[in-house]
């Protein structure tokens, strides 16, 4: 008797979901693109063999472009960098017609993430041709996507790998074994500075040029042979430019912003947020904390762990950084930066470490986009106090 109450109550249940689904649709498929995209199995997915560089990238997003540019538009960002090369957006979103909220993700800024631009690469492509992530993900928003930030500091470290290092403040110095070595960590683009009077050093740390409240974590300006030098003064760099200008633009269409980062400390991983400059804490750190916290547990590690959640500035004040200029001049609520670990100078022909960072990154960015529908009730039913997505 007992059973058969149960078997009432759940086909009432489903009776009652499929009705609300009838009356109450939670998207329109006619106007989400959903006719115009192709679909297929998640075997049959884009996955890069190696860490890529600028010219994968373009040929990549002119791909998706050319196959369906109903729904992705490729970006040219201006001014290109101090080696010529340029900076690529792509837009991905279901229904042009209409505006829907807003995800940025910026990757590649740091030249020693070299898997940050493989990880938003095949976010793109899951969204574009994954059934798994079309719905909700692709359907419910507008993505815009920045790949690689930061390409002349990308090539740069690539084209060295293969040398032996050398402490980076040393190879700094001296000139003459740069053709034999490499510096240990390299964290700038390689741009020389206008009237630059000590040609040894080059390079300014994108992540340390944008103009909000730059300079305020140090007493004075370290020099260009530092790996942390955030240039002569804010934007004097052509990517913090370029990434200012095209945030600038979107900044009305985006709800939610990450920049996917790197942690170089093994079982150091982090989902931090604004301020990175100060140890103030934002209007709404509850907020950020909740939905960082839901995504960490979304995101657990494979051995268990969790990512660590909280204010960038609790481990050290970094001022000038994308994050804190996205938050507090561009206006957007919603800010990550997000840390999976990757080891510097890895191994270019082990794709281990390569699958597992990307893996992690899509995960994490996609949990962070789950605990923000969660936060906003978005797509979800309460049954009998348990809330239910769909």
């Known amino acids: 008797m007992l059973l058969q109450i149960k078997i009432y109550l759940i086909s009432v249940l489903y009776f009652l979901?499929?009705?609300?689904m009838v009356f109450f649709p939670p998207r329109n498929f006619d106007l989400s693109g959903a006719k115009i995209r192709t679909t297929r199995s998640t075997s049959d997915s884009l996955k890069l063999q190696k860490y890529v560089d600028h010219k994968t990238v373009s040929l990549v997003l002119d791909g998706f472009r050319r196959r369906d540019p109903d729904v992705v538009n490729v970006v040219n960002l201006t001014?290109?960098?101090?080696?010529?090369?340029?900076?690529?957006?792509?837009?991905?979103?279901?229904?042009?017609?209409?505006?829907?909220?807003?995800?940025?993700?910026?990757?590649?800024?740091?030249?020693?993430?070299?898997?940050?631009?493989?990880?938003?690469?095949?976010?793109?492509?899951?969204?574009?041709?994954?059934?798994?992530?079309?719905?909700?993900?692709?359907?419910?928003y507008d993505w815009y996507l920045v790949p690689m930030g930061n390409p002349d500091g990308i090539?740069?470290?690539?084209?060295?790998?293969?040398?032996?290092?050398?402490?980076?403040?040393d190879w700094a110095q001296n000139i003459s074994v740069?053709?034999?070595?490499?510096?240990?960590?390299?964290h700038k683009n390689v741009d020389l500075e206008d009237e630059q009077k000590d040609t040894r050093c080059f390079g300014t740390n994108i992540n340390r040029n944008f103009a909000y409240h730059w300079q305020d974590d140090v007493h004075k300006t370290p020099t260009q042979c530092c790996q942390y030098y955030p240039g002569q003064k804010?934007?004097?760099?052509?990517?913090?430019?370029?990434?200012?200008?095209?945030?600038?633009?979107?900044?009305?269409?985006?709800?939610?912003?990450?920049?996917?980062?790197?942690?170089?400390?093994?079982?150091?991983?982090?989902?931090?947020?604004?301020?990175?400059?100060?140890?103030?804490?934002?209007?709404?750190?509850?907020?950020?904390?909740e939905i960082g916290e839901y995504a960490a547990r979304q995101a657990r590690l494979q051995d268990g762990r969790l990512y660590q959640v909280h204010q960038s500035s609790n481990d050290e004040r970094v001022a000038g950084t994308l994050i804190d200029y996205i938050s507090g001049v561009?206006?957007?609520?919603?800010?990550?930066?997000?840390k999976p670990y990757h080891?510097?100078?890895?191994?270019?022909?082990?794709?281990?470490?390569?699958?597992?960072?990307?893996?992690?990154?899509i995960t994490t960015v996609l949990s962070l986009?789950?605990?923000?529908?969660?936060?906003?009730?978005?797509?979800?039913?309460?049954?009998?106090?348990?809330?239910?997505?769909?």
Request: aromatic residues 14%.
């Open 17 to 20: 979901g499929a009705l609300y």
């Open 79 to 140: 001014p290109q960098t101090f080696e010529n090369r340029t900076i690529l957006a792509v837009e991905l979103r279901s229904d042009k017609q209409t505006r829907k909220p807003g995800i940025l993700i910026v990757g590649g800024l740091n030249p020693m993430a070299w898997a940050s631009p493989n990880a938003i690469l095949e976010l793109s492509e899951k969204l574009l041709y994954d059934a798994h992530y079309q719905t909700p993900f692709f359907n419910d």
């Open 155 to 169: 090539e740069f470290t690539h084209k060295l790998r293969t040398r032996p290092p050398l402490d980076s403040a």
């Open 178 to 186: 740069r053709a034999e070595t490499r510096p240990s960590e390299w």
């Open 234 to 289: 804010p934007f004097s760099t052509a990517e913090a430019r370029a990434i200012r200008k095209y945030v600038d633009k979107m900044g009305d269409f985006i709800n939610l912003a990450i920049h996917l980062h790197a942690s170089f400390k093994p079982k150091k991983e982090y989902i931090l947020y604004p301020w990175r400059y100060s140890l103030r804490s934002p209007s709404n750190y509850r907020t950020l904390q």
């Open 330 to 338: 561009v206006g957007v609520d919603l800010v990550f930066l997000i």
């Open 343 to 361: 080891e510097m100078f890895p191994n270019f022909t082990d794709t281990n470490n390569l699958r597992l960072y990307v893996k992690k990154s």
């Open 369 to 390: 986009v789950r605990a923000w529908r969660s936060s906003t009730r978005q797509n979800t039913l309460s049954f009998f106090g348990r809330d239910v997505e769909f």
